[in-house]
């Protein structure tokens, strides 16, 4: 709830955060677009007709200032070299004819008088250059006034343009101070946030203290009970085996006495080579045919180790038709260091359990305890036969021979401290996950323990399992751990820390 609660915060604040910041970013990308594009189109404009203006006026200028120059120039120059030498020939004619001096002064005159005429007929053409000239001049003149102009529209545009500028600076900082009050109010609000945040994680973490502590109330009493049901039909199934006074008896109450653990049991007769059915609870299709017990199935390995085998190592039997992820298990009925019957069960018939299931263990327990019972029974016809042999007439006493069992695996420790309810819980808890880890995976572990990487191999397993341990076993059990790990190290390593690998994880 806790998680709960802040993500919901924290996705609210970063949703009002992204929409504030997209608006302002929107908004200065419009503003700067509008204030360069109304500049550019203003200079290039006013550049253009400027620049096309000046330069079509310039060259008109340009080129008739040098076409009249021109042409002035080369009409005085024609006048003045006629005047030389009109100047020489009346010269050379005075020289000529010095005797006839009126005729030559006549002629001298009038070409002295056509030279002056053409002579200020020249100044006229020089001086009408020189207006044309200043006229030319006037026009430059006019032409710079219409450029100054020109310079001075520029300047304004210029001038209107910073003026649009500053009012769009303006815009932008009245955005910005807009966005400065958007980030203050968003700042109020992550603050009233963090408050309401905190209270309801107060809340939260109150409820969650509340409900975990009365959760773990209601698991421990009902682990408590659970625990109290299976030691009482593991007591009446004991019972019940050592109540058995034939052999029939005895393996018809060990059927019975695994029902209430395995939804499906069966017990087979060891006859040579041949398993005959005896008595099955949970099956349909097991006929009166007898199986084989020279083959390398699960039942057949279990006569011939002579200890438990399950289908982590071989393939269930096919009269099961045992479903995938489940599991089967075939305990060997011992009488006399000989198997002489096969007890068969799985959990096919039943609904996938979330825990780890505990009825491997029992089946085990009650398979060794028929054995038990069975050798008691044939130790005592044997020892009634025996009498027999020796006194017929008497009949024959029973003695009263109470089957041995094995102390449980809490006497077997040597003595140490105390431990409390929760302790023993969580021993058996990770007793039960890591039988669980050996059952499903026997062939894993061999290989495992043979390559001494049980950790690597089964890693997955192993950390599934310590997940469902941490879960279930509060953290005040400071040991808890600890247990996990010597569970590993004495189920799964058989005793041997090294066959684990790399260990520290789990410590």
């Known amino acids: 709830m806790r998680r709960m609660a802040e993500d919901q915060l924290r996705t609210a604040f970063e949703a009002i955060h992204a929409k504030f910041q997209d608006e302002l970013d929107a908004l200065r990308r419009a503003l700067e677009a509008q204030q360069t594009k109304a500049v ?40 003045l070299a006629a005047e030389r030498q009109q100047l020489e020939a009346a010269r050379l004619e005075t020289r ?19 030279a002056r005429a053409e002579l200020a007929d020249a100044r006229r053409k020089s001086e009408t250059a020189s207006a044309e000239l200043d006229a030319m001049r006037r026009e430059l003149e006019t032409a710079r006034a219409e450029r100054t102009a020109l310079t001075a529209a520029r ?12 009012r769009a600076a303006a815009e932008i900082e009245a955005s910005r101070q807009r966005a400065v009050a958007l ?39 009902q682990e408590r009970q659970a ?12 019972k019940a085996l050592d109540s058995g006074r034939t052999l029939s008896e005895t393996l018809t109450a060990l059927v019975t006495a695994i029902r209430p653990h395995a939804p499906r049991s069966a017990v087979f007769i060891v006859d040579r080579d041949q398993l005959q059915p005896w008595k099955a609870v949970g099956f349909e299709n097991l006929g009166p045919q007898p199986f084989s017990a020279s083959d390398d199935g699960l039942l057949a390995r279990a006569v011939r180790n002579a200890e438990p085998v399950s289908t982590a190592v071989t393939s269930a039997p096919s009269f099961a038709s045992l479903p995938s992820g489940r599991a089967a298990l075939a305990v060997p009925i011992i009488v006399g260091g000989q198997a002489v019957a096969v007890l068969y069960a799985d959990d096919g018939g039943a609904q996938p359990s979330q825990a780890p299931a505990s009825w491997p263990e029992a089946v085990q327990i009650l398979g060794r305890h028929a054995s038990m019972c069975l050798a008691h029974l044939t130790a005592v016809r044997t020892v009634q036969a025996a009498r027999f042999a020796v006194t017929p007439k008497a009949q024959p006493a029973v003695p009263s021979v ?12 040597t003595a140490a401290a105390p431990v409390s309810d929760e302790e023993s819980s969580a021993r058996r808890y990770a007793r039960l996950l890591v039988s669980e880890i050996k059952l499903y995976n026997e062939s894993a572990v ?17 950390e599934r399992a310590q997940r469902l341990y941490e879960e279930r076993v509060p953290s005040s059990i400071g040991a808890r751990s600890q247990y996990f790990h ?22």
Do not use: F, M
């Open 155 to 166: 300047e304004e545009a210029t001038s209107a343009l910073l003026t649009e500028r500053e």
């Open 40 to 79: 550019e189109e203003a200079r290039r404009h006013a550049d253009a007709a400027a620049e096309a203006q000046w330069s079509a006026k310039i060259d008109a200028l340009r080129a008739e200032a040098a076409t009249a120059a021109t042409r002035a120039r080369e009409e005085h120059d024609r006048a």
């Open 446 to 462: 061999r290989l495992g323990r043979e390559r001494r990487d049980l950790l690597t191999r089964l890693g997955a397993e192993i």
């Open 183 to 221: 980030e203050h109010a968003r700042a109020q609000l992550q603050v009233t946030l963090i408050a309401d945040r905190d209270q309801a994680l107060q809340k939260a973490n109150a409820l969650y203290e509340r409900d975990t502590a009365a959760a773990v109330t209601e698991a421990r009493a």
């Open 486 to 507: 010597q569970e590993l190290v004495q189920t799964l390593a058989d005793g041997d820390p090294g066959l684990l690998g790399s260990s520290a994880r789990h410590r």
């Open 402 to 413: 109470t089957p041995s069992v094995a102390p449980p695996r809490s006497q077997q420790q």
């Open 96 to 114: 000529q004819h010095a005797e006839t001096t009126s005729r030559a002064e006549q002629d001298r005159a009038r070409e002295l008088d056509t």
């Open 227 to 238: 625990q109290l049901a299976i030691v009482e039909r593991l007591l009446e199934a004991v």
